[in-house]
């Protein structure tokens, strides 16, 4: 491996690898590796333009936390993670279809019972949440479990919500044996995806805006059926046509029904105007193997 030239390094790297158990891993690294290679010599990449890349990326590292994912946020706005969710959840058009799961994912979240006040007393429009799990078929998948995400008022999750350590606008509920499940929150805003970092700088440079529309997140699991990660946009929100994550699909824009105080269904459960989101949500079997 002496003398190695522009035509010859990739070979070479190639060949190191050689030796790789993992037959998956194997093909993983030899396509990483000649696409990269390609790539370099396609922009005939300068010394100083791969010094500047190391150190996005390292940045990019440095500021990863328990409650902060950049490089998701990257994967996010470059596409990748859409594209990888793509790829792997092809779902016909009547099933509930993906979307990303985002930053702001906690696993230490509260279970909640049906009907609950998950927004922690945050303030904000009250929000009713009606929703059932359905199978293709209609039929009512009881005892699923439902994890619900959303930021609050001014587009910011219970992470960013100054001197708040306990979750807020999150939870676990289980549907009923109709499939059914509900809770009470507050309406959730439009948000810039975080700008003060590596991320921030990346869709500065390139002339994007950082506001992700409106969206309450939800992942569903239930025995015997695949795992869905949504979530449900405003059908007036004016950012649905220009999501930094690319999350946005048409499946997924809903209806927020704005109602006055004392009107609609809900009307004697709260004394202020309010906001009421029905959804029914269809889960895939598992794929036998």
Sequence with gaps: MRDLTE?????????????????????????????????????????????????????????????????????????ITMLVDALNNKRPAE??????????????????????????????????FEGQVVDREGTPVGGAAVDIWHSDAEGHYDV??????????????????GGRFSFRSIRPASYPIPGDGTVGAFMSATGRSLMRPAHVHLMIEADGFQRVTTMLFPSDDLYLDADPVFGVKQSLVATYDDHAAGAGPCGGRTDEAYTLLRHTFVLEPLVAH
């Design 7 to 79: 035509d010859t390094i990739t070979e070479a790297v190639i060949a190191t690898m050689r030796d790789t158990k993992d037959a998956r891993l194997a093909e993983i690294l030899d396509s990483l590796v000649r696409h990269i290679h390609s790539f370099v010599r396609e922009v005939g990449l300068t010394e100083e333009e791969w010094v500047r890349g190391v150190d996005f990326l390292t940045r990019t590292g440095q500021l990863c936390t328990p409650t902060r994912q950049e490089f998701i946020l990257l994967s996010d706005v470059l596409g």
């Design 95 to 128: 099933a509930t279809q993906n979307s990303v799961l985002g930053p702001f994912f906690r696993d230490d979240r509260p279970e909640h019972s049906d009907g609950a006040d998950i927004s922690e007393g945050l303030p904000g429009t009250p929000l009713f």
């Design 160 to 177: 960013d919500v100054p001197d708040r350590t306990d979750p807020a606008m999150r939870g676990l509920i289980r549907t009923d044996q």
